[in-house]
């Protein structure tokens, strides 16, 4: 034992511990596998109990201190059964049984099934009712949505032939992310190495660098996803060139975008319009709902007439981000929206081939008279019975084509300080005093007010004095009494200057017979039109000279301003197309037209799904309007017109205008129908300082006729 003592590296027990300890009652000894408490109980009767001594902290006890020898030769050892603190319970043993210990615990454990139902109601509200919603928003963290256009319907004429369709487009997109960063302000720069690609490019495309950034930036702000398109149009070959060296040109690429397309050529510019991007004014106004920036949508013409139709809305892609929300993968199209609606228009493509061909003719007409500062003219082709518009020309024009395809030519078109003024549509927005041309108007007003009968007979003399002003004639030798037709077949002046005086008069009466016969007729204020930026015209009244002048002998109406307005001068200014709608009127017996270009809408095949109505203006009725049309018939065979006319196999009824225009040349003018008396055509056609009315402007008339009929015409 005592080897084993010194092998565990304490000392032996002596007999007096062991005693002690044995009085302890507890003694471990070894049963093999180590040690086993060997508990004594001391009976109490036994002994007489020892005095209790004071107790004392306990030393530390060697381990060989509980180590005992046993007469066999193995090794026990004792462990005290209590080692320090002993614990003592500090709740009532009768508390446990009782009730209210009973209702406490019921309290926790239905707050405790409580508190985990409320958990689990959590997590199926989470899972499972608001599961989608949580699932969608996780999508939108890994992808986003972009806006691409959409194809344009197509446009067609009468005849069905294709004026504006969309094509698919040759375009160069740059990736903004890999070649350049957005700082803080969140405004895009290009990188060193983006700056090297965006200078290789221009080099090829022959566009400087920055404006590759400025459209690189203008694209980030209106949709910062999607990638930059830096070159709407390019050529085949530049296309195939950059796939081809695509390595050399990272974060740029090839795409095909939807593109409008002119088979026609420039043919129609008048009334087609010009597309562009929706501009912050028209998002403010409404102009165009659910338009967004950066939309393309009509700006003039039809397009924007009838951009409600046309405009095939935006297909909707899905751009993969990645956790800092740049983009990490190409767009791919997720929802196509409903094809575009066609159009078909009542503009006839060979007669507006025809209508622009003779104003240009008329042109050429008026430098062969001597009128060289004859530059520009309009011209009307309509239906007088419905206000359908077979033709609209105006000279000069744009190119719509090359609009669609030439940033640079587009901004040419919008520069002001043009003085070709390319975007004035002269049919419907020029406005000028009509000459003779205002004639009839002035003749039917006569007629309704009760001044004239259609056989009364006024004097035609090479002069009219009013106050001290004297007006002259144009044929300084007549001198005769002529009916209301015979005055209009030879236009004579002074006999309307007669008729001005008379409604002057009746003015000083409170009367303004020709003014208001003037607007019933539809001129002076816009036709309705369907087509936009149609101008509204004047026709001059004592009102408008009050509201217009401040001078007080400016706003005095004299009899000469009635004089004067008689013969087409002075302050009015209309447009051919206004003069087309009162002729037109007087053409078919009274009924007031609205003019248009609309005539269907087509759907995604081309078939006329629904026909465009337009209701007439109103009903006027005429008095006395045969006298009228006698006139202007005579005029085209024997009067002022006869020359040009006179051995035209289809009868026409027109007038011819010479509207002064100081300080160039006259305005030529002719406003007619034909056929006289059963009219399917109103023509009207105005050369700005073409001279007089039958030099320019009646010529070119007689081909739009000659076209229409299919008339060989001849040379005058």
């Known amino acids: 034992m005592l080897a084993a003592g010194r092998r565990l590296g304490t000392p032996s027990l002596g007999a007096l511990e062991w ?5 302890a009652g507890i003694l471990f000894r070894s049963n093999g596998y180590g040690t086993r408490p060997d508990r004594t109980y001391r009976s109490s009767s036994s002994a007489p109990p020892r005095p209790r001594r004071a107790r004392s902290r306990p030393r530390p006890r060697a381990l060989s201190d509980f180590i005992s020898h046993h007469a066999r030769g193995r090794r026990g050892v004792r462990i005290p059964r209590r080692l320090g603190v002993r614990p003592v319970s500090v709740a009532a043993a009768d508390f446990h049984g009782s009730a209210g210990f009973f209702v406490r615990v019921g309290i926790i454990g239905l707050a405790t099934l409580g508190l985990f139902g409320l958990l689990a109601l959590r997590l199926w509200s989470l899972q499972v009712v608001r599961g989608p919603q949580f699932v969608l928003a996780a999508q939108r963290q890994t992808f986003r949505l972009i806006d691409l256009p959409a194809p344009r319907g197509q446009i067609v004429d009468a005849k069905g032939r294709l004026l504006a369709g969309t094509s698919g487009g ?59 398109v830096v070159l709407p149009r390019v050529s085949r070959d530049l296309g195939f060139f950059i796939d081809e060296h695509a390595r050399q040109f990272p974060g740029i690429r090839v795409v095909a975008l939807p593109d409008r397309s002119y088979p026609s050529g420039s043919i129609g510019s008048e009334f087609l319009g010009l597309l562009g991007e929706v501009s912050s004014t028209q998002l403010a106004a409404h102009e165009h709902p659910g338009a967004k920036p950066g939309a393309i949508v009509g700006q003039s013409g039809a397009e924007a007439a009838y951009d409600r139709l046309l405009n095939g809305g935006l297909e909707k892609a899905r751009v993969v981000v990645d956790a800092q929300g740049r983009p990490i993968g190409p767009a791919r199209v997720v929802r196509t929206p409903r094809p575009a609606s066609g159009l078909q228009l009542t503009v006839d493509l060979r007669i507006q081939r025809a209508a622009e061909k003779a104003v240009q003719d008329g042109i050429a007409l008026a430098h062969a008279n001597g009128h060289y500062d004859a530059h520009a003219g309009a011209a009307v082709v309509m239906n007088p019975r419905d206000g359908s518009i077979y033709a609209l020309a105006s000279y000069p024009r744009f190119d719509q084509a090359r609009a669609a ?45 009760g001044l004239i009968g259609p056989y009364s007979t006024l004097p035609c003399t090479s002069t009219y004095t009013v106050g001290n002003h004297v007006f002259r004639n144009v044929e300084s030798g007549v001198n005769a009494s002529l009916t209301l037709a015979q005055a209009l077949s030879i236009s004579c002046d002074t006999w309307f200057y007669r008729l001005g005086s008379m409604f002057y008069s009746a003015q000083q009466q409170g009367h303004l017979y020709m003014q208001d016969w003037a607007r019933r007729l539809g001129v002076g204020h816009p036709t309705g039109f369907d087509v936009p930026g149609e101008a509204p015209g004047l026709v001059p009244t004592p009102a408008w000279l009050k509201r217009t002048f401040k001078e007080p002998w400016q706003r005095i109406w004299y ?10 001068q002075g302050q009015l200014a209309i447009t051919p197309l206004q003069l087309a709608v009162a002729y037109a009127t007087l053409a078919n017996g009274g009924t007031v037209v609205r003019p248009h270009v609309g005539k269907a809408v087509l759907n995604s095949s081309g078939q006329i799904m629904r026909d465009l109505r337009f209701p007439p203006r109103r009903d006027v009725g005429l008095y006395d309007v045969g006298a009228i049309r006698d006139g202007l018939f005579a005029g085209a065979h024997s009067g002022t017109s006869g020359s040009v006319f006179g051995s035209f196999p289809i009868p026409v009824a027109g007038k011819t205008g010479t509207a002064e225009a100081p300080p160039g040349s006259d305005h030529s003018w002719y406003a007619s129908w034909a056929p006289a008396y059963n009219p399917k055509l109103v023509v009207v056609v105005m050369i700005e300082h073409g001279g007089f009315g039958a030099e320019a402007a009646a010529p070119a008339a007689k081909e739009i006729y000659s076209a229409y009929f299919g008339v060989k015409a001849s040379k005058p």
């Open 405 to 449: 395809t030439s940033p640079e030519y587009l901004q040419q078109l919008l520069n002001p300080n043009d003085p070709r003024h390319l975007l004035v549509n002269r049919a419907t927005q020029g406005m000028y005093p009509t000459g003779s041309t205002f004639k009839p108007i002035v003749a039917e007003a006569a007629l309704a007010a």
């Open 19 to 23: 005693q002690r300890r044995r009085e």
């Open 559 to 568: 009899e000469g301003y009635s004089v004067n307005l008689a013969v087409g």
């Open 170 to 228: 040759l375009a160069i997109s740059v990736d903004s992310s890999v070649l350049g960063l957005i700082d803080q302000h969140g405004r895009w720069w290009p990188t060193r190495q983006g700056r090297v690609l965006l200078h290789r490019l221009g080099q090829l495309a022959g566009v400087p660098p920055a404006t590759f950034i400025r459209r690189i930036r203008h694209s980030e702000f209106k949709s910062p996803y999607s990638s930059a």
